[in-house]
């Protein structure tokens, strides 16, 4: 898995290595610097930022059961006419700022999606099989450990974008203070690449 991550992650033209991680084929290597330059450019963007902040002041005191409860509304909503819960994450320029990274990435990337402090998404390039993130892997390693944790998912089907990928996830921070705020997963396309 990890020699196919790694041949995956170094097809990526746009973001350039140090000569020791290509040499040494260390797929984290290549996820990081990914990492710090979406960082750079459009994850620190101020509309995403200010959407995270937003939404962990309205969630700030939610329970275990409403996060259920908001979950279960997504997910009956997926595929229906009128998605209430899903177009309030979609239709916002957080995510059409998302849907922007996917399409300049010209197939490299399938979807990305942005969490709050509890794991719910903020913003999204499309609709994502779940509205509540936080007991998965790409929440779990990343919102808590701090801002420099990075999980890389294995390669898999996603029934939401319909492609084989690896997530890259990892933490968002306030620039103010760098503080983690949410997290982020990029979705990149393994079939693609």
């Not at 797929?27 to 995403?48: D, Y």
């Not at 239709?91 to 709050?116: P, Y």
Request: hydrophobic share 45%; with cysteine; proline share 5%.
């Amino acid at each position: 898995m990890m020699r196919r991550l790694a041949t995956l992650l170094c097809a990526l033209p746009v973001f350039a290595l140090p000569a020791y991680a290509l040499d040494s084929g260390y797929p984290e290597a290549k996820a990081r610097e990914f990492v710090s330059e979406a960082l750079k450019t459009w994850a620190s963007h101020p509309v995403l930022i200010s959407a995270v902040q937003a939404q962990n002041q309205r969630h700030a005191t939610i329970t275990q059961s409403e996060i259920d409860a908001l979950d279960a509304t997504w997910m009956a909503e997926l595929g229906k006419s009128l998605q209430p819960t899903i177009s309030g994450v979609l239709n916002t320029d957080a995510s059409k700022l998302l849907r922007d990274q996917v399409t300049e990435a010209g197939g490299q990337i399938t979807e990305v999606f942005v969490m709050d402090a509890v794991g719910l998404n903020v913003a999204a390039s499309d609709a994502t099989s779940d509205y509540w993130q936080g007991d998965e892997a790409k929440f779990q390693q990343t919102f808590p450990k701090g801002p420099d944790a990075i999980h890389i998912s294995d390669v898999e089907f996603d029934e939401s974008s319909q492609v084989f990928q690896v997530q890259i996830s990892f933490p968002l921070t306030d620039p103010v203070d760098g503080r983690v705020i949410g997290a982020v997963t990029v979705a990149l396309n393994a079939e693609h690449l």
